[in-house]
Each structure stands twice: as structure tokens, then as C-alpha cells.
């Protein structure tokens, strides 16, 4: 199956925390879309890694893509190394999408700027004809998507640009919601995170509603192009 848009994260959730209306939005519009986690985050405070792959699922039907796949590299160690490198590679060439999204390459959590670094340099290794790999026993073919785009995390960027996701909030924060194991649970007796708080769900709001007013909007999402531009949809950019 060919995908319009791969969006990938370094754990399960980073895809629905950081553009999870965009990639709500582009599946509404009939975009196909998948979501690569690179782990599985077993390493995270709560849940499990068993807990967070359904989760995940659940998140990624709420949503509407077309596939989810786990890449399984160990959480924790997300080395910028060639075995993992192939691993996107492969993964970009199974799916063949036009656009990656994926973490900006400055953030709190190590893993998150692991995950661009191996992103990006996986986006232009894929293209070379003399890097193989195979899937399913056959060569794959080289292929580039044309573009990608960084997509927030926890620390702040100027915007290239910001995605309307007023239609798409509620549906964004029900994906967030399915991580259960992750966030704000009154009934839940597992050691509290950042995550967990009730003021983190606030902020991400909060978050969202600031970006929107940048666009007179109510809620946006932000991302960032190597180079500024201005467009009001995704698939207009560098046509």
C-alpha cells in the first residue's frame, strides 16, 4: 500500500501528542496515512509495553489511518546506528509516502532528537540506489519522499506554518485520551509523571488554542520546514 503521509515518533503517543489533528485532518480529507513508532516504550514510568500497543491501536482506529506499525527498536536506546537506520528505510519503502512527518531535532527527551536525526538521515538514505533491503524475502526498490516536516514536541519553535485543527480537536484529544496508561487518571495508583497530571492535558490545550490564534483559528498545529513558507494546506507545500 502506497501512503500519502508517514508520520513517525519515537514512542507510542508522540504521534497523537504532537500532530495528531493534522494527521485526524488528512485522513478526513482521504489521505492515505500511517503512523511508525520506533519503540515500543517499555521504558515509560506506567503502563507496559503489552498496555501501550493497545493503546495504540485503539488510538490509531479513533483516528482513521491506514496502518500502524512498531519498529521495536529498545526503547532508551534510540542509537543513531546503521541497523536502526535500515529500519526506517525499510519502512519508508514498504509504504512509499510523499511526506514524512517527524520530531523536530531539538528536545527534552533524548529519544526525540534520536528519532530526527534517524529520520532524517533514513529519508535520504532511502533514495540510494546502493543502500539494499529487502521486506519479505524481495529487494526493495530506492525510493525518497519528497518532503518532510518537523512536528513539536515538548520544547517551542518558530512555525513554518500551522495546521487548522479546530474541526479535528475533539477527535485529537480522544486519541491522546486512549492512551489511558500515560495521562491524567484519578483512578489509576501507578507513580505520577509529568504526563499524568491534569495541568499537562490543560497545557496541551492551552498549547493548541496559542497556535490557532496565530492563524485566526481556534486550535492549530505547528511544524517546521527547512525553509519558511506560508500555505493553507499541507499538500500544497513544495508542488
Known amino acids: 500500500m ?7 515518533g519515537a ?6 501528542l504532537s500532530c495528531g489533528g493534522t494527521v485526524a485532518k488528512l485522513a478526513k480529507q482521504g489521505r492515505r496515512v500511517g503512523i511508525a513508532d ?8 506506567r503502563g507496559s509495553r503489552e498496555i501501550r500497543a493497545a493503546e495504540a491501536a485503539e488510538a490509531a482506529r479513533l483516528l482513521g489511518v491506514q496502518v500502524r506499525e512498531n519498529l521495536g527498536i529498545p526503547d532508551g536506546n534510540l542509537e543513531t546506528s546503521l541497523e536502526n537506520r535500515l529500519k526506517i528505510v525499510q519502512i519508508i519503502r514498504k509504504y512509499q509516502p510523499d511526506v514524512l512527518l517527524f520530531p523536530y531535532p531539538v528536545d527534552r527527551h533524548p529519544d526525540h532528537e534520536r528519532a530526527h536525526t534517524l529520520c532524517r538521515e533514513a529519508w535520504f538514505a532511502a533514495g540510494l540506489v546502493k543502500i539494499e533491503t529487502t521486506l519479505d524475502g524481495r529487494m526493495q526498490e530506492p525510493f525518497r519522499p519528497r518532503a518532510y516536516y518537523h512536528f513539536m514536541q515538548w520544547f517551542e519553535f518558530k512555525p513554518s506554518f500551522i495546521i487548522d485543527i479546530t474541526d ?5 484529544m480522544q486519541c491522546v485520551g486512549a492512551f489511558k496508561s500515560q495521562f491524567y487518571d484519578p483512578d489509576s495508583n501507578e507513580r505520577q509523571t509529568i504526563l499524568s497530571t491534569p495541568e499537562f492535558i490543560e497545557m496541551l490545550r492551552t498549547r493548541l488554542a496559542y497556535y490557532g490564534d496565530k492563524i485566526g483559528k481556534k486550535y492549530g498545529e505547528p511544524f517546521y520546514s527547512v525553509s519558511p513558507i506560508n500555505v493553507p494546506d499541507l499538500f500544497a507545500l513544495n508542488l
Open 38 to 45: 520506533l519503540t515500543r516504550g517499555e521504558l515509560g514510568t
Open 168 to 172: 479535528e480537536f475533539d477527535q485529537r
Open 2 to 8: 502506497k501512503l500519502d503521509v508517514l508520520a513517525l
Open 11 to 16: 514512542h507510542p503517543d508522540d504521534v497523537e
